[in-house]
Nanobody
Framework: QVQLVESGGTLVQAGESLRLSCTSS????????MAWFRQAPGKEREFVAV????????AYSDSVKGRFTISKNNAKNMVYLQMNSLKPEDTALYYC????????????????WGQGTQVTVSS
């Protein structure tokens, strides 16, 4: 059992940077692939980025590629999402999730979810 807790969300202005963090309050990330998803008001939850548990292979959605970076520190049991050049359309509730399916972008492959952290980008 893994319980994920996100932090770092806040209100920022367009063009600024922000780093989100995710840790486990119970259990370790172990061999889980870790990802970030987000959900904006009135929209479906969408994939943002994923990092594989072993060799750290990453994948990103087209909307954040080149601006966001996902990383993982297994020793500290932490996953990060560095977000640069933020845009108002990045405003959403950001979720951390864990899956045993390698580098999947499908939210239904993810077993464990955090409660989310709110990111708001003003123009």
């Amino acid at each position: 059992q893994v319980q994920l807790v996100e932090s770092g969300g806040t209100l920022v202005q367009a063009g600024e940077s922000l780093r989100l963090s995710c840790t486990s309050s119970q259990g370790t990330f172990g061999r889980y692939n870790m990802a970030w998803f987000r959900q904006a008001p009135g929209k479906e939850r969408e994939f943002v980025a994923v990092v594989s548990w072993g060799d750290g292979i990453t994948a990103y959605s087209d909307s954040v590629k080149g601006r966001f970076t996902i990383s993982k520190n297994n020793a500290k049991n932490m996953v990060y999402l560095q977000m640069n050049s933020l845009k108002p359309e990045d405003t959403a509730l950001y979720y951390c999730a864990a899956s045993d399916v390698l580098t999947t972008t499908n939210q239904y492959d993810y077993t464990y979810w955090g409660q989310g952290t709110q990111v708001t980008v003003s123009s």
